[in-house]
C-alpha cells in the first residue's frame, strides 16, 4: 500500500531531476512539469486501473520531462544555473 502510494510522487520527482540535468531548465518548466506529472499519474491511476501501478514511475518521469521542455522553451525565462 505505501508503494502504491508512494507512486503519486517518486516518477514525478525523478521527472524533476531529469530536467534539471537538461541545458535550458527554468524553474517555471520544473513546477509546471511536476503539477503535470502527479495529475496524469491521478488520472492514469484511477481513470485506467488496468495499467499496473509500476508503470506510474514511468508515466510520471516522461510526463514532467515532455511537459517541463515544453513550458521551458515557451515561457522562456533564466535558465537555472548548478552552483
Given at each position: ?12 520527482i525523478l521527472g ?8 535550458r531548465a527554468t ?57
Amino acid at each position: 500500500m505505501v508503494n502504491r502510494f508512494g507512486l503519486f510522487f517518486y516518477g514525478s520527482i525523478l521527472g524533476v531531476f531529469l530536467r534539471a540535468m537538461m541545458p535550458r531548465a527554468t524553474a517555471l518548466g520544473a513546477f509546471v512539469g511536476l503539477l503535470a506529472g502527479m495529475g496524469t499519474v491521478a488520472a492514469v491511476s484511477f481513470g485506467a486501473p488496468q495499467v499496473s501501478f509500476l508503470w506510474h514511475n514511468v508515466i510520471g518521469a516522461v510526463t514532467v520531462v515532455v511537459v517541463g521542455v515544453g513550458v521551458s522553451g515557451v515561457a522562456g525565462g533564466t535558465p537555472v544555473s548548478p552552483e
